[in-house]
């Protein structure tokens, strides 16, 4: 598989690269990321074939078909974290909520959010990559909180990676932030920054361009790499479970080899919504994909009218906070995928200089032959964890925005799949007050007080965050950040 750049290419660098390289070097030309150059389709008897395949067997399937740059060996290896699931033989589970509607639960991994699907054989790949190269990387990464453990977890130990992580201080659960301070590793360090998210996210921004910062990584032979979903190495990875959870659907016996289905994707940055849209493309029968967004609903408003504007918005805080962002970054790849990099750099630079792009009328349909949308506000979510938890089945905020996608008539005689992104223990005070109507003092007492209300325990790996010591005690104010981290790459740290 060759990668392109998404804006056209601006004559300093290669046009077309290999994955390993797009994956070591993710931003491309003019502001734009690497994309497939083309997408080859599956034939029609891979689905069959790989019906009784195992997650894994079906996994190194595709990617062998992608045919990427990376040795078998090393994908085995990367594939093989899959073990470290919940159930290993089923690292995925598909659970039917009713006779048409099936929740694909993304989050068995060990940070209990989705981002593990990825994060973990990324973090391997890229660990490996980098000692065949002899090279040194640092990963820079402002996490609202469930990038920052997933990708600690993944880089911990690795040899030639090294991970610095901002989070905003107050602005994640409790539990995001025990993932994050109690990750002891020589090569980890993470810091609490006194602001919100977009602080931490400014702050990061102003380093990558800060001349003693990158002088001083250039002498000690540091290259900078990333770990967001604007990484091909993360998409790829999201386009696997779209596949086993169709096939899980068919040896269930809820649809027929062939059948069209209908997924629901609790949206962010689109990396979630874009893996399903490349499964599409490569032959998997999806007859929409359902962006679900909470209210800060631009992608709702991007495929009901083909406006996708920033002009007149405000980032607003809800409930589901890793679904608070307001420019996708991986809508790009699907207007590279449909209209090609003169169009993107074109739309891309009319966002960025006038806050919104209009896609012509043919353009539009397009969009919206694959594409639906809603958005779900915060009391519309908190009745849907009701809802669930009445039948006996917890959901976390984010999620809870799929159910309210579902409930369009117009799904009702298909075959409904929700991916569901994050364990509900991840936010537990939401979950709490919910499902008690409490305004818990804590996470922890909120922790307690769901699952005595839903009859189970705290899982261990949650319960033993609160016991384990803190790592990363430093919380800094923003001009300090730059003299922390030098300060952690020096040599002998
Ligand atoms: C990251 C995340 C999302 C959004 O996924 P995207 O791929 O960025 O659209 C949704 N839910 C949870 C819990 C997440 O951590």
């Known amino acids: 598989m060759i990668f392109t750049e998404t804006r056209g290419n601006d004559g300093t660098r290669d046009a077309r690269v290999s994955f390993s390289a797009a994956l070591l070097s993710p931003i491309a030309s003019f502001g734009g990321i690497y994309s497939p150059e083309t997408m080859p389709a599956l034939g029609p008897e891979f689905l069959a074939k790989h019906l009784p395949s195992s997650y894994k067997e079906l996994a190194l399937a595709?990617?062998?078909?992608?045919?990427?740059?990376?040795?078998?060996?090393?994908?085995?290896?990367?594939?093989?974290?899959?073990?470290?699931?919940?159930?290993?033989?089923?690292?995925v589970p598909l659970v039917r909520l009713d006779e048409k509607l099936f929740v694909s639960e993304l989050y068995h991994g060990p940070t209990r959010a989705f981002k593990d699907m990825a994060l973990q054989p990324f973090g391997l790949i890229l660990s490996a990559l980098a000692q065949q190269q002899d090279q040194h990387y640092l990963i820079l990464t402002a996490t609202s909180g469930d990038t920052g453990p997933a990708a600690l977890e993944t880089f911990r130990d690795r040899a030639n990676i090294r991970v610095v992580c901002l989070y905003p201080d107050g602005g994640t659960s409790d539990v995001q932030r025990l993932q994050m301070v109690t990750e002891a590793a020589s090569n980890i360090k993470v810091i609490g920054i006194r602001g919100n998210f977009d602080d931490a996210q400014s702050a990061l921004k102003s380093l990558l361009s800060s001349k003693t910062f990158n002088q001083r990584l250039g002498t000690l032979n540091i290259s900078l790499s990333a770990a967001n979903s604007v990484n091909f190495g993360r998409i790829i990875f999201q386009m696997l479970y779209q596949f086993h959870c169709y096939l899980a659907l068919v040896r269930q016996q809820a649809i027929e080899l062939g059948e069209q289905v209908v997924l629901h994707i609790p949206s962010g940055n689109?990396?979630?919504?874009?893996?399903?849209?490349?499964?599409?493309?490569?032959g998997l029968p999806i007859a929409k994909i359902v962006i679900a967004s909470n209210a800060n609903n631009v992608l709702t408003e991007w495929i009901h009218t083909g406006r996708y504007d920033l002009s007149n918005r405000e980032l607003v805080t809800t409930t589901s906070p890793a679904m608070d962002i307001l420019k996708s970054s991986n809508v790009e790849r699907v207007l590279f995928d449909l209209f090609g990099a003169v169009r993107t750099q074109d739309l891309m630079r009319q966002l960025d200089d006038q806050g919104y792009y209009q896609l012509e009328p043919q353009e539009h349909e397009q969009i919206k032959?694959?594409?639906?949308?809603?958005?779900?506000?915060?009391?519309?979510?908190?009745?849907?964890?009701?809802?669930?938890?009445?039948?006996?089945?917890?959901?976390?905020?984010?999620?809870?925005?799929?159910?309210?996608?579902?409930?369009?008539?117009?799904?009702?005689?298909?075959?409904?799949?929700?991916?569901?992104t994050a364990e509900w223990?991840?936010?537990?005070?939401?979950?709490?007050?919910?499902?008690?109507?409490?305004?818990?003092?804590?996470?922890?007492?909120?922790?307690?007080?769901?699952?005595?209300?839903?009859?189970?325990?705290?899982?261990?790996?949650?319960?033993?965050?609160?016991?384990?010591?803190?790592?990363?005690?430093?919380?800094?104010?923003?001009?300090?950040?730059?003299?922390?981290?030098?300060?952690?790459?020096?040599?002998?740290?």
Do not use: W
Not at 64 to 73: A, P
Not at 270 to 282: C, D, E, Q, S, V
Not at 379 to 396: M, N, P, R, S, T
């Open 62 to 91: 595709l990617l062998q078909h992608l045919d990427i740059d990376i040795e078998t060996q090393i994908l085995q290896q990367a594939l093989d974290l899959y073990d470290r699931f919940d159930d290993a033989t089923d690292p």
């Open 425 to 493: 223990t991840k936010f537990a005070s939401v979950m709490d007050n919910a499902i008690n109507g409490s305004e818990p003092a804590s996470d922890q007492q909120a922790l307690e007080s769901v699952a005595a209300a839903a009859g189970i325990k705290v899982p261990e790996t949650i319960a033993d965050l609160f016991e384990k010591p803190i790592a990363h005690p430093d919380v800094v104010e923003k001009q300090a950040i730059e003299s922390e981290i030098l300060k952690f790459l020096e040599p002998g740290n």
């Open 369 to 420: 032959d694959i594409f639906a949308a809603d958005f779900c506000s915060d009391e519309e979510g908190k009745h849907y964890i009701q809802q669930a938890f009445a039948k006996g089945y917890l959901v976390d905020p984010h999620t809870a925005t799929c159910f309210k996608t579902c409930q369009s008539a117009q799904y009702r005689d298909q075959v409904n799949i929700l991916y569901s």
């Open 270 to 282: 689109f990396g979630n919504a874009l893996g399903a849209y490349y499964a599409h493309r490569l």
